[in-house]
């Protein structure tokens, strides 16, 4: 299995490679506003492409050039957002002037992070004990970002998110699906720990067959009834298959047909998550917007090819738009499966 790495860095992105290790361990941005007020361009683009990151999917984030005088002017007649940032590049007094003045027009549950220019413990100190949810000193980085909203609106004491691992094949057949199948029972038995596969073929999944079972409830269920989807429901839907290895089993027939939104799996996905430390999800080679969803939200990304010109070609232009889609996490693993077949051309 190949690591790919991408020969050139995605255009207007200087993530580094520490910042895409930094922001594996991050969970998803709940559902809220930020509105950002920067005076540099040094500021504001690593603001403007925290906004554009996976994890940040569900938040809507807003950026105005100007620091504080722009926002104490704009919310005047505005109200203000979940989470307020605000460069300022003003003097320990000026700037504590100023936030007082712009406390007159914001809610007291907005939350508000200043990133300054001065390396000051007194003003640090200043600023928390006035309500600032944090202080971060410029230049800042596009993880710095995230992370900062993440330690204010996800709780350090909650459950952490179990990682998601998405097998796709660059074209049917190659065996995605039969790899997917072993690294799941391969981890579940080799590390004891709890493991689930989603089998995402709703019309022809395999997973069923692979593991020998007939369940009578399945991903359908939860995909067609997401009001429903929650950890109790979930648990019903689950097919155990081993001692640490659990089924969403496909039903695999085709007496409906399966179009979906392209949030569709995005529930069911998130709360898998929540309920065990490793969620394989066996995609089906197509691309869709629900399909494409899932594998831009995933952890990590596996691409299974065989050695002929049709995978190679499929598996470049995967590996180009998830570049574009996933600027800031690694690039998918490549299996290159069925090399050496006798009297087959590669």
Not at 32 to 50: D, K, Y
């Amino acid at each position: 299995m190949n690591n790919l790495a991408y020969d050139t860095p995605v255009d207007g992105s200087d993530t580094s490679q520490q910042d895409i290790a930094a922001m594996q361990a991050l969970r998803p941005i709940p559902r809220i506003s930020i509105q950002a007020f920067c005076e540099t361009e040094g500021v504001a683009n690593p603001v403007e492409r925290a906004g554009e990151d996976r994890r940040m999917t569900k938040a809507h984030l807003k950026v105005h050039m100007g620091g504080v005088p722009t926002a104490i002017e704009f919310y005047q007649s505005a109200p203000t957002p979940n989470l307020i940032l605000l460069e300022s590049r003003s003097e320990p007094k000026q700037l504590l002037e100023q936030l007082a003045q712009l406390s007159e027009y914001c809610d007291p549950t907005s939350k508000v992070v200043v990133i300054g220019h001065y390396n000051d413990v007194g003003l640090y100190r200043e600023l928390i004990r006035n309500g600032i949810s944090e202080y971060v000193i410029a230049p800042v980085s596009m993880a710095d970002i995230v992370s900062v909203v993440s330690s204010i609106f996800i709780d350090p004491e909650a459950e952490p998110l179990g990682r998601s691992i998405a097998f796709v094949g660059a074209k049917g057949g190659v065996g995605s699906s039969t790899i997917a199948h072993n690294v799941a029972w391969a981890m579940s038995s080799l590390f004891k720990s709890e493991v689930v596969v989603a089998d995402l073929d709703l019309a022809f999944g395999t997973a069923n067959i692979n593991f020998d079972q007939d369940p009578a409830q399945g991903i359908a269920e939860a995909v067609f009834s997401p009001e429903r989807i929650d950890e109790v429901y979930l648990d019903r839907l689950l097919t155990q298959c081993a001692e640490h290895l659990s089924l969403l089993a496909a039903p695999s027939t085709l007496e409906r047909v399966y179009d979906f939104d392209p949030e569709a799996f995005a529930q069911l996905i998130d709360t898998a998550q929540r309920s065990v430390p490793l969620l394989v999800l066996d995609v089906p080679h197509a691309w869709t917007g629900w399909t494409k969803n899932t594998l831009v939200k995933a952890d990590e990304i596996v691409i299974t090819a065989t050695p002929e010109l049709a995978n190679l070609r499929n598996t470049k232009n995967l590996v180009d738009m998830l570049k574009r889609l996933r600027p800031n996490d690694p690039p998918p693993k490549l299996i290159i499966n069925q090399a050496g077949v006798p009297k087959r051309p590669e």
